[in-house]
């Protein structure tokens, strides 16, 4: 019967063990949500790195919210970002250098953040679709590259 009495002690203390975790998911979560606000490109994709590493031990909403931030907004956003860039250079380029506009840092990664983790948020959709319009190369070459 003592050991039976240790043994679920042992148990519910295990089951109890904080490993910080929780705690460092829930400030990055924060500050991924503030780099979104924010629109800063470096940032959202350094808390997405650091988010997904995590993803396998967290709870159902935790990851929900995760995946939602990661594989939706940030998308999203750099995709925003790299549309507008892209636009402007065209009216201010010729032709022959329209390639040029197509230069964005973190706009690939986003076209590969989509292939990776399909959404059926028609927002995002359009705006990769419209990435592809303008950058056609950029995106076959981010294609590419995750193979």
Do not use: W
Not at 9 to 35: I, N, P
Not at 55 to 69: G, N, T
Not at 77 to 94: D, M
Not at 109 to 129: E, S
């Amino acid at each position: 019967m003592r050991i039976l009495l240790v043994a679920l002690v042992l148990l519910v203390g295990c089951r109890k063990k904080d490993t910080g975790e929780a705690a460092y998911v829930d400030k990055e979560l924060a500050s991924l949500e503030k780099a979104i606000a924010d629109e800063d490109e470096s940032k959202m994709t350094i808390e997405c790195i650091a988010l997904e590493t995590s993803i396998k031990r967290m709870k159902p909403d935790v990851v929900a919210k995760i995946e939602k931030l990661c594989y939706v907004e940030v998308p999203r956003v750099l995709l925003k970002k790299a549309i507008v860039e892209a636009k402007e250079h065209l009216k201010t380029t010729p032709p022959e250098l329209a390639d040029l506009g197509c230069m964005q840092l973190f706009a690939p990664d986003a076209i590969k953040t989509i292939d990776q983790h399909p959404t059926n948020d028609a927002g995002l959709q359009q705006l990769a679709a419209e990435f592809t319009q303008l950058c056609p190369k950029d995106v076959e070459k981010a294609r590419a590259k995750k193979k």
